[in-house]
């Protein structure tokens, strides 16, 4: 039952994620997002047999059925790691004995969101404002969830719900300072989300991911380059769209329940065995 519910999930989150590829793709050009896919080289209507995720990119060797046009490698990557995204939300919830129905729910929609955000910026290197703002709405809903008012005013749940304002403060003023060289204010925006929905610790861990994630990333880069495996023309000046390495850390630190810092210790003190 376990690795048959797995699969499901696993499907169901490559047949989102080709969603969220049209999704990504139509933002901001006045194209609904209901009608039927069509063929981006020569904008024939693409046979349903041809839009399964993942298996219909392999049969048909990258290239469209009508034109024989190269598909990107975008979309079957996005089914995919959608489908990965999914099951690691399912897995964190599946051992626990009770969890409301509406907390997996979030974070399977607040994941939907992201995915869209990494592909908008990777191509565009901008975030679209209504994106970061929904994600932090519903994060703010998240986290006020079954609270009462008073606990979130209180210490420690004060701090959790001060995470995301500090860090796009932090994000603001290395913005100011470096005139939008070092950071972008779109990563600020996006991190006010993240500290809503993963609290003080876990949101300081995501932002250290990231950093780390982009750091190795960036090695990478280069060592191709000096191999001439990679031929961009990226350097340590270059603007690198942020979102997808802070997105990788909110992953990461919400898959691991991260406290790389220790700060829970600090916090909320000793862990009561
Ligand atoms: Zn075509």
Same mark, same amino acid.
């Given at each position: 039952?376990?690795?048959?519910?797995?699969? +499901? /999930?696993?499907?169901? %989150? =490559?047949?989102?994620?080709?969603?969220?590829?049209?999704?990504?793709?139509?933002?901001?050009?006045?194209?609904?997002?209901? %009608?039927?896919?069509?063929?981006?080289?020569?904008?024939?209507?693409?046979?349903?047999?041809?839009?399964?995720?993942?298996?219909?990119?392999?049969?048909?060797?990258?290239?469209?059925?009508?034109?024989? =046009?190269?598909?990107?490698?975008?979309?079957?990557?996005?089914?995919?790691?959608?489908?990965?995204?999914?099951? !690691?939300?399912?897995?964190?919830?599946?051992?626990?004995?009770? +969890?409301?129905?509406?907390?997996?729910?979030?974070?399977?929609?607040?994941?939907?969101?992201?995915?869209?955000?990494?592909?908008?910026? +990777?191509?565009?290197?901008?975030?679209?404002?209504?994106?970061?703002?929904? $994600?932090?709405?519903?994060?703010? &809903?998240?986290?006020?969830?079954?609270?009462?008012?008073?606990?979130?005013? #209180?210490?420690?749940?004060?701090?959790?719900? &001060?995470? %995301?304002?500090?860090? $796009?403060?932090?994000? #603001?003023?290395?913005?100011?300072?470096?005139?939008?060289?070092?950071?972008?204010?779109?990563?600020?925006?996006?991190?006010?989300?993240?500290?809503?929905?993963?609290?003080? !610790?876990?949101?300081? #861990?995501?932002?250290? $991911?990231?950093?780390? /994630?982009?750091?190795?990333?960036?090695?990478?880069?280069? &060592?191709?380059?000096?191999? %001439?495996?990679?031929?961009?023309?990226?350097?340590?000046?270059?603007? +690198?769209? $942020?979102?997808?390495?802070? /997105?990788?850390?909110?992953?990461?630190?919400? /898959?691991?329940?991260?406290?790389?810092? #220790?700060?829970?210790?600090?916090?909320?003190?000793?862990?009561?065995?």
């Amino acid at each position: 039952m376990f690795y048959y519910l797995s699969a +499901v /999930i696993f499907v169901v %989150g =490559t047949i989102i994620g080709s969603f969220l590829n049209v999704v990504a793709l139509r933002i901001n050009t006045g194209k609904g997002l209901m %009608g039927r896919s069509f063929c981006m080289s020569c904008g024939k209507t693409i046979k349903s047999y041809d839009l399964f995720p993942i298996l219909s990119f392999l049969s048909l060797g990258g290239k469209s059925r009508c034109c024989k =046009t190269k598909i990107s490698w975008q979309y079957p990557l996005v089914e995919f790691i959608t489908g990965l995204i999914f099951l !690691s939300v399912f897995l964190k919830f599946y051992s626990l004995a009770y +969890v409301p129905v509406l907390v997996p729910t979030f974070w399977y929609l607040a994941f939907c969101i992201l995915i869209v955000i990494t592909i908008y910026d +990777v191509r565009h290197q901008i975030i679209p404002d209504f994106l970061s703002y929904t $994600f932090a709405f519903l994060s703010v &809903l998240y986290f006020v969830g079954d609270k009462s008012l008073t606990s979130i005013f #209180s210490y420690p749940e004060i701090l959790n719900f &001060l995470a %995301g304002p500090i860090i $796009f403060a932090v994000f #603001s003023l290395v913005w100011f300072v470096s005139k939008g060289r070092w950071i972008g204010f779109g990563d600020g925006k996006l991190a006010l989300g993240m500290g809503f929905a993963l609290g003080f !610790s876990e949101a300081l #861990s995501a932002i250290a $991911f990231a950093f780390w /994630i982009g750091a190795i990333w960036s090695i990478f880069i280069l &060592l191709f380059q000096k191999l %001439g495996i990679a031929k961009s023309k990226f350097n340590f000046k270059s603007a +690198v769209p $942020f979102a997808p390495f802070m /997105i990788a850390g909110f992953l990461l630190a919400f /898959i691991l329940s991260a406290d790389v810092f #220790s700060l829970n210790m600090l916090i909320f003190g000793p862990a009561p065995f």
